[in-house]
């Protein structure tokens, strides 16, 4: 079984999919903290600007997941699972006028798993 450094859930797949009729195109940046804290941000493919500052970790159900090189470093020896839940969260991701809010779901990767991930 491929290991990756971010999954996705089949209720998230679900909601991607509602967005993407919407919106077309989407991505993901994992934020950092400021306004929003540390949440999974779901925006229009390009329209948030990422940078050197950002690390592309993979791809979820067809949308690149990106997060701030500062927070890889936090979680490099992690998996992230996107998942959602009802509730509203306090940013400008995309499914919140769904009245449901992406979140991060996580697990740390054993010693078999981190040999077998490719270098960022």
Do not use: N
């Amino acid at each position: 079984m491929e290991v990756k450094r971010v999954d996705i859930t089949d209720k998230a797949k679900e909601v991607i999919d509602q967005l993407r009729d919407r919106h077309g195109p989407l991505m993901f940046h994992q934020s950092g903290g400021c306004c929003d804290g540390s949440t999974p941000m779901c925006f229009e493919d390009g329209e948030f600007r990422v940078g050197d500052s950002d690390v592309l970790l993979g791809e979820v159900h067809g949308c690149k997941f990106y997060i701030a090189r500062d927070q890889y470093e936090y979680w490099k020896h992690t998996q992230l699972t996107l998942d959602v839940t009802p509730g509203r969260g306090a940013s400008f991701s995309l499914e919140i006028p769904l009245g449901l809010r992406f979140l991060i779901r996580s697990k740390l990767f054993t010693q078999e798993d981190l040999e077998q991930l490719p270098t960022l």
